[in-house]
T-cell receptor
Framework: GGIITQTPKFLIGQEGQKLTLKCQQN?????MYWYRQDSGKGLRLIYY???????QKGDLSEGYDASREKKSSFSLTVTSAQKNEMAVFLC????????????FGPGTRLTVL | GDSVTQTEGPVTVSESESLIINCTYS????????LFWYVRYPGEGLQLLLK?????QKGSSRGFEATYNKETTSFHLQKASVQESDSAVYYC??????????FGAGTKLSVKP
């Protein structure tokens, strides 16, 4: 088995601040994802990466940057935190896109003051 | 675009009753959709419940079933007799072979003892 680790678990920032969330997986999966989940809502895709140094924009990429410098890690940067960005950010990985199961991390809860 | 619509929650049923959570999809850019049901039990992370990648096939897990119906673009989740331990949030998801999964809004299920 494997595990996905997200750090930090809780992130508190100031409006306008640049904030970085990190994700590590030891499944040796090629594909990694970042989703955002607002309270009571579904998951919205921000970015995904099908291999090291690859980045694909999702439906919600504006206001975010991502980086996949190693196969095992995928980071997400909120370029300028906004008050309405309080949400949980979920990282996931899978062997490939398509019909493969995604494995999810526990999430990072972002609060912007 | 590609999207998923599912039963709006919360849904409350009594133990041993039958359950259906509706899921319909729109796959305008996906030739061969892959369909999933994910579940989040209280206090746990998001995990795969079942998946079907071939139209006409049925997937099953933990007493739940879902049939991939290409004609009606549906993937409804059913269980003949629910248990209190089935209380959770259920998410329907859609992915193309070269696309990241997109998720529905989630359906919160509460099973009364």
């Amino acid at each position: 088995g494997g595990i996905i680790t997200q750090t930090p678990k809780f992130l508190i920032g100031q409006e306008g601040q640049k904030l970085t969330l990190k994700c590590q997986q030891n499944f040796n999966h090629d594909t990694m994802y970042w989703y955002r989940q607002d309270s009571g809502k579904g998951l919205r895709l921000i970015y995904y990466s099908i291999t090291e140094n690859d980045l694909q924009k999702g439906d919600l990429s504006e206001g975010y940057d991502a980086s996949r410098e190693k196969k095992s890690s995928f980071s997400l940067t909120v370029t300028s935190a906004q008050k309405n960005e309080m949400a949980v950010f979920l990282c996931a990985s899978s062997i490939e896109t398509g019909g493969y199961e995604q494995y999810f991390g526990p999430g990072t809860r972002l609060t912007v003051l | 675009g590609d999207s998923v619509t599912q039963t709006e929650g919360p849904v409350t049923v009594s133990e041993s009753e039958s359950l259906i959570i509706n899921c319909t999809y729109s796959a305008t850019s996906i030739a061969y959709p892959n369909l999933f049901w994910y579940v989040r039990y209280p206090g746990e992370g998001l995990q795969l419940l079942l998946k079907v990648i071939t139209a006409g096939q049925k997937g099953s897990s933990r007493g739940f079933e879902a049939t991939y119906n290409k004609e009606t673009t549906s993937f409804h989740l059913q269980k003949a007799s629910v248990q209190e331990s089935d209380s959770a949030v259920y998410y329907c998801a859609l992915a193309g072979n070269n696309n990241a999964p997109r998720f529905g809004a989630g359906t919160k299920l509460s099973v009364k003892p």
